[in-house]
């Protein structure tokens, strides 16, 4: 997600920021997975807020891939330096094995760029594992999205059944104005202002690196991520705003977008089911799904990130902040989320800022808080979650959660940090067959200083987890004061 704190639509409400104090401690308690694990994956990281490098388990190494300022060719065969903000990334093996295929990469931009298209973007690389590290195989591809008009802030994805990646775009700006700095050609697109062709989902071959479409029927909203289930008849995507608005579209026919229902997602009163509101689908209603959703009596949420499924269940980051004013969206007509009420500081006001992990049960449309973020029992602080990939690594299914603070305040790392003005990251593992409690998860690892971690995607037939380290601070010493994508191995 953008590091930029999005502004409300409603008026903040005043929080002290006295309202939740943790005090942490480095002689508290062991994680209790190492208590009562026999055999964990791998020795938790304690936490570390002054590295300027990547920290991770004894025994497990990285190998930069790919980092901004690469040498990429675009479709026309020009050269340029690959844009920053590595984010969302995915490998499509293309040989039996999974040892070959195509690494895609997001990139959460908005930068006029007059050789590699302006504003977003993504980065095709053909990778080869052997001899245990991988190589990139020819030139680094430019994905191109001159035919779907641009691009810009390309967040989160996700692979769809039939090999094609949804870039998400979390960012719909209102007027030419907005965007100017980034987009040299304001002209219009397809017979609408330009502005309105930003704050949608797009659809890119990563075979060709071509964008082919932007997906209407998405919606216009801060896309942030998408999932697709198995069968290519359902997709669930998320809004990152606050209120933001959980959705979902139904295909009429397996992997088609260009036909089929939007829904928004309503949580029942008490929160043991809810229902799906389905939107009207004309190309007015579709520009501000949002606003149409939250009138309709659509849930609001805070700022949901990335969603993943394992076991038939929906997972979500939903990643906080810290004052909440939903009375706006309530006089509209929207509702909000029944496990909220224990964070209430006013009519409709709340305080949230560590969010959480919600699971969703598309059986019986229920949603609920898996984990909620706070201070951990080795000392740590899970704190606003983003990304988000579900793996299975030794016979166990694995929720790999990568933080994004969106603040320094209220614990979310230690003094020193704090007062330095240092941003520090984490990655965990969380055991889905372990309690659901912030203090079953484990610190994989902790990102270089002030990078967000993001990205993850993990490759069985490798045993490589791939990810992202976004925009880390340029003092950093190399290869971490630039964005790239790393391989870890060691699994």
């Not at 990429?72 to 330096?81: R, S």
């Not at 016979?395 to 330095?420: F, M, P, Q």
Request: charged content about 20%.
């Amino acid at each position: 997600m953008v590091k930029t704190i999005y502004l409300l639509v409603f008026s903040a409400s005043s929080i002290l920021a006295g309202t939740l104090f943790f005090k942490r401690d480095a002689n508290i308690a062991k994680n209790s997975q190492d208590m009562n694990s026999p055999k964990p994956l791998f020795a938790t990281v304690n936490y570390n807020y002054t590295t300027t490098s990547l920290l991770l388990p004894k025994g497990f190494q990285y190998q930069v891939l790919f980092s901004e300022g690469d040498e990429v060719v675009t479709a026309n065969g020009a050269t340029g330096m690959a844009k920053k903000n590595h984010d969302f990334v995915a490998y499509l093996p293309i040989d039996k094995l999974g040892k070959q295929g195509y690494l895609y990469v997001g990139h959460e931009t908005r930068i006029k760029d007059p050789i590699l298209g302006d504003g977003g973007g993504g980065t095709v690389l053909k990778i080869q594992f052997s001899k245990k590290k991988w190589e990139v195989i020819g030139k680094k591809r430019n994905v191109d999205f001159s035919a779907v008009g641009g691009t810009i802030l390309n967040c989160g994805g996700t692979i769809t059944p039939n090999g094609y990646i949804l870039s998400a775009e979390e960012y719909f700006p209102q007027s030419n104005e907005e965007i100017e700095k980034y987009i040299s050609q304001l002209g219009k697109f397809n017979g609408k202002p330009k502005f309105e062709n930003f704050g949608w989902m797009v659809m890119v071959n990563p075979s060709s690196a071509q964008a082919s479409q932007k997906v209407i029927n998405f919606g216009r909203y801060v896309h942030e991520d998408a999932h697709c289930t198995k069968d290519g008849m359902t997709v669930y995507l998320t809004d990152d705003f606050c209120p933001g608005v959980f959705f979902k579209f139904q295909c009429i026919r397996p992997n088609d977008y260009t036909e089929g229902q939007l829904y928004a997602y309503q949580q029942s009163v008490d929160g043991n089911s809810g229902s799906w509101l389905a939107l009207p689908m004309d190309y007015e209603s579709l520009k501000n799904a949002r606003e149409v959703a939250i009138k309709m009596g659509a849930t609001m949420f805070v700022r949901q990130e990335w969603v993943d499924e394992a076991n038939g269940k929906i997972y979500i980051t939903e990643t906080g902040t810290d004052s909440i004013d939903f009375t706006k969206g309530v006089k509209l007509g929207g509702t909000t989320p029944n496990y909220l009420e224990s964070k209430k500081t006013g009519t409709h006001k709340y305080f949230d800022p560590y969010g959480r992990i919600l699971v969703f049960d598309p059986s019986t449309n229920k949603m609920e808080p898996l984990i909620e973020g706070g201070l951990m029992s080795d000392g740590g602080f899970f704190s606003n979650p983003d990304g988000l990939h579900v793996a299975k690594i030794k016979g166990k299914t694995y929720l790999l959660i990568n933080e994004d603070i969106i603040d320094l305040t209220h614990g979310r790392v230690d003094k020193n940090a704090e007062l330095s003005n240092q941003y520090y990251n984490d990655i965990y593992f969380y055991d889905l067959s372990l309690p659901a409690d912030r203090n079953s998860l484990r610190r994989f690892a902790v990102g270089p200083r002030g990078c967000e971690t993001t990205g993850s995607w993990y490759v069985p037939a490798t045993k490589t987890y791939f990810f992202s380290v976004h925009g880390p601070d340029r003092t950093n010493p190399e290869p971490f004061n630039k964005s790239c994508v790393v391989a870890v191995s060691g699994f």
